[in-house]
């Protein structure tokens, strides 16, 4: 398993735990649910950059055909 995705797997877990932590507590410490949110965020983004565009060849086809006019 290559190094990135360890990071981004641990960022996700650690995230939502810290958050799930945050929230069961009788009185809510808002400044650890929001750190913990910001972790998880980070991680999902890091793990999102790796991911293809599905839609990416589709954009250079078009299916407009342009005719070359000569002017005379």
Same mark, same amino acid.
């Given at each position: 398993?290559?190094?990135?995705?360890? !990071?981004?797997?641990?960022?996700?877990?650690?995230?939502?735990?810290?958050?799930?932590?945050?929230?069961?507590?009788?009185?809510?410490?808002?400044?650890?649910?929001?750190?913990? !949110? !910001?972790?998880?965020?980070?991680?999902?983004?890091?793990?999102?950059?790796? !991911?293809?565009?599905?839609?990416?060849?589709?954009?250079?086809?078009?299916?407009?055909?342009?005719?070359?006019?000569?002017?005379?």
């Amino acid at each position: 398993m290559d190094i990135s995705r360890v !990071i981004n797997f641990i960022c996700i877990v650690a995230g939502g735990a810290i958050a799930v932590y945050a929230q069961a507590e009788q009185k809510q410490n808002s400044y650890l649910l929001i750190g913990g !949110i !910001i972790i998880l965020m980070f991680g999902i983004y890091r793990t999102s950059r790796n !991911i293809p565009s599905k839609y990416g060849k589709q954009e250079e086809e078009t299916f407009v055909k342009s005719e070359h006019i000569d002017e005379n």
